[in-house]
Structure formats: structure tokens, C-alpha cells
């Protein structure tokens, strides 16, 4: 006898639907056909889809930014992720810049994140480093960890990788079979006047420099045979300038992430009066930018949030260089980019992050993968109420044509009609220092 079955339901796979009825048994997808068996429990999945559970490789819980914390911890924030069926996410270890560092850091982010109620694994972050490359990279695998982050920007926070430490990195990357994942943006072509206003972002970090910093990374990639993936991406004009100069490259060795809010809003809400709440790095961009991303979606490989939540009075300063880059998302954002891209988004919020960060059972509805699945309806309504701790979401009243109805993980339920049960996120990979 089964533990589940989701009788009569639509099931993602090869990116379409099949009909079929999926049995779990010990946390595991058992069967996948369409005779029907006894479960311990039936779920009637009749006008229903079931698809993998969602994959966010992009959240900031708990980031500590020295003068402010994000808001949701890694409870608030993964409770928030199971209302928006995402079934993984990964977070990023502090930055550090030697791996005796790494290890402590890595040690840190797994406490903080044991009361996860979904999934979890870690991306390495490295700060100008000073430490031998090779020796960081080793350690970082030691750790089963297969994506390291850096920074072309934040010289004003220490947090800058050369050129020639990405190169090496890049070189590396082959050798040592991980991805280079990396924030894109010129950091001369920033500018952090003083006098800036929030409204002032577009001008003080313009399109220019990602697409400059973008071409030059894939130049790098080019010359190196290296493997990365340029996080949240933001302009659809540095989209067009990689598949014009690097068709080659794209998403075979120059990944592309890019996230819902560069799809939803422009730049003009941020002149709005309480534009402030819109703020995040990199900025948004003009209607031409938007309207261009989403004419190219199909050359961005995976969506992830950058999800990093603060309150309202945290948000509302009068000096940009006041005020805390970053918004919450990860509840919404399968919602949005549905609205935005149809079920083009799913893979991209699936087996694409599954496969590229390396994370196994994960991604697809197969026998043998873990049961993480989610039950979805179509359905036309509104953004509401949301879950995380923040007191706002820029998605409020934002139009949607589907509503989860269910999030399992691991064969548990953590969410089913509008009932929140808690659950246990494990680390995918790697072993817990406190197992
Ligand atoms: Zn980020």
C-alpha cells in the first residue's frame, strides 16, 4: 500500500502534461502510471495540476547587511516559499575571502537555517579574495558545494572580485567541476552620490553596466571554456547584446537568471511616492527593458527572487545610500512569472535550477525523485495576503490565473487548502555539522 496517491490529476513531465495518477511511498515518488492502487491517502486531483516542487536558487533569509537584517529568517521566509509551492531554496553562506572562513560560514548559515520548513542548500560567497583559489575551491567541494558566488561590484563594501581572480575562477570551474555564479555590474560605472534619492537608482547603477560587465564575463567564459551563471539579470538590452555577440554561450555555458520583478515593474514606479518600497539591485529598468526581457524569456534559463524582505519603515529613507537594496518575492513569485510567461516559467523554476545547481531528486516528477510536488489550479484572482514577515508586497492586487492548492515535500504535506502544517527542511546536500 502507497502512502499518497494523486488520483486523476495532470502531471508535468518533458514539458507537457501527461494524465496519470502518482503514488508516493517513504518520501519518494514510488509510481507514476495510470491503474490506480491503494494509498493510505487519496487525493482526487480531478481539473488539477501536479508539478515538482518549485526551486528558488535565489533567496536572502536572515542576510545581515551590518546596518540591517532582512526581515524574514529562515522560518518566516521558507513558510512563505511553501505558500508559493517552492519546495528548495538556496541561500548564499556569507562572504568571505579564505576558506578557513568558508568552513566557520558554512557551519553559521546551516544552524541558522535548521528551522527551515522547506529544502535548503547554500551557495559559497567569496569577497575580494586573498586567499589561493585553488585551496578555496577544494575546500568549497569538500563542503558538497557546487556554486560559488562573487561580486563584480560593492568595492565600497570590500565585496569586489578582480578580473583576474574571476578568470581563474573561471578556469577552475572546469577543473573542478562547479559553477561560477556571479552579480554583474560595473563597479566604475556606479555612482553612490551622496545626494542620491531612492528615485535616483536607475542613474546611480544604469542599464550600461550590466550589459558591459555582462559581455566581458562572457568574453572571459569564451576564452576560458568556464561555466557561469550571471544572476538576476535585469535589462532585456544586455539579454539581446549576449545572444547577438555569445549565441554559442548562452545557456550551454553563460547561464541567465533573471527574476519577477524585472518582468512585472519599471523604473517609473520608483519616482511614485513610496517608490522606496520598489528598491533593489540591480534596479528596475525602462518599459523598453522590460518589454525587450520578455520578448527574449526564452533565452533566460531560470528564475530565482533575489528575495530580501524588509518592513516599510525600514525602506523609507530620504538618502539612497540609506537605504536597504531588496525585495521579498518568493511567495509570489511563481504566481507572477505564470502571468508573465505561461508554463514556459515551470521548467525554469524546476529541473532547470535542479540540474544546474547540481541538486539531486530535485526538479522533476520521475520514480526515484523525491516527493516533492505541488498541486495547482487555474483559477483568475488577486495577490493577497502574503506570509513572510514583511508588512507589504510590491505584488499586492497584482492579477494571477493559478492558485496552489497543495506543497509536499519529501512526501509530507507542508501545505494543503489554505492549511499550513510546518514541516522539516533538510539540507540537500552535503552533511548537517549538527547531524
Ligand atoms: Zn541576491
Given at each position: 500500500m502507497y502512502d499518497t496517491a494523486f488520483l486523476n490529476g495532470k502531471i508535468r513531465q518533458n514539458n507537457t502534461w501527461i494524465s496519470a495518477n502518482l503514488y508516493v511511498q517513504n518520501g519518494k515518488i514510488a509510481l507514476i502510471d495510470e491503474w490506480v492502487y491503494e494509498a493510505k491517502t487519496t487525493i482526487d486531483c480531478e481539473g488539477k495540476f501536479l508539478l515538482p516542487g518549485l526551486i528558488d536558487e535565489h533567496v536572502h533569509f536572515a542576510l545581515d547587511l551590518g546596518f540591517i537584517k532582512?526581515?524574514?529568517d529562515f522560518y518566516h521566509g521558507s513558510k512563505a516559499a511553501a505558500y508559493g509551492g517552492v519546495t528548495t531554496v538556496i541561500d548564499f553562506l556569507d562572504p568571505v575571502d579564505n576558506e578557513k572562513d568558508l568552513v566557520k560560514a558554512y557551519q553559521k548559515r546551516c544552524k541558522e537555517a535548521k528551522d527551515s520548513v522547506v529544502d535548503y542548500t547554500f551557495h559559497a560567497t567569496l569577497k575580494a579574495p586573498t586567499c589561493d583559489l585553488e585551496a578555496f575551491v577544494v575546500t568549497m567541494k569538500s563542503l558538497e558545494i557546487d556554486t560559488l558566488k562573487v561580486f563584480t561590484t560593492y568595492s565600497e563594501s570590500g565585496r569586489r572580485t578582480s578580473d583576474e581572480a574571476i578568470k581563474t575562477l573561471l578556469e577552475l570551474t572546469t577543473r573542478y567541476d562547479f559553477l561560477l555564479v556571479v552579480h554583474v555590474e560595473n563597479d566604475d560605472l556606479i555612482r553612490l552620490d551622496e545626494?542620491?534619492?531612492?528615485?535616483d537608482l536607475p542613474l546611480s547603477r544604469p542599464a550600461v553596466a550590466e550589459t558591459l560587465e555582462a559581455l566581458k564575463l562572457a568574453s572571459y567564459v569564451k576564452s576560458t571554456g568556464g561555466k557561469l551563471l550571471m544572476v538576476?539579470?535585469?535589462?532585456g538590452s544586455t539579454l539581446q547584446t549576449l545572444k547577438d555577440d555569445y549565441p554559442g554561450l548562452l545557456n550551454t555555458q553563460f547561464f541567465i537568471e533573471s527574476c519577477p520583478q524585472y518582468f512585472t515593474f519599471t523604473e517609473a514606479i520608483l519616482k511614485e511616492p513610496k517608490g522606496y518600497l520598489y528598491t533593489c539591485a540591480p534596479p528596475l529598468r525602462s518599459d523598453k527593458e522590460r518589454a525587450t526581457l520578455l520578448s527574449l524569456s526564452?533565452?533566460?534559463?531560470t528564475i530565482g527572487t533575489d528575495h530580501c524582505a524588509f518592513m516599510q519603515a525600514d525602506k523609507q529613507k530620504t538618502r539612497l545610500i540609506d537605504t536597504p537594496l531588496g525585495i521579498g518575492g518568493v511567495e509570489q513569485s511563481f504566481q507572477i512569472m505564470m502571468h508573465h510567461l505561461g508554463e514556459s516559467a515551470i521548467e525554469k523554476m524546476t529541473e532547470n535550477p535542479a540540474k544546474l545547481n547540481r541538486l539531486?531528486?530535485?526538479g522533476k516528477l520521475l520514480p526515484g525523485y523525491d516527493a516533492d510536488v505541488v498541486m495547482m489550479a487555474y483559477a483568475h484572482g488577486k495577490i493577497r495576503k502574503?506570509?513572510?514577515?514583511?508588512?507589504?508586497?510590491?505584488?499586492?492586487?497584482h492579477p494571477v490565473d493559478c492558485m496552489i492548492h497543495a506543497t509536499m515535500i519529501r512526501g509530507n504535506f507542508v501545505l494543503k487548502d489554505g492549511t499550513f502544517f510546518g514541516g522539516k527542511g533538510r539540507l540537500v546536500k552535503g552533511v548537517h555539522p549538527d547531524a
Open positions: 532582512s526581515v524574514d545626494g542620491f534619492k531612492p528615485s538576476h539579470l535585469s535589462a526564452d533565452d533566460v534559463y539531486p531528486g530535485k502574503s506570509h513572510g514577515k514583511a508588512d507589504y508586497t510590491v505584488y499586492h492586487n
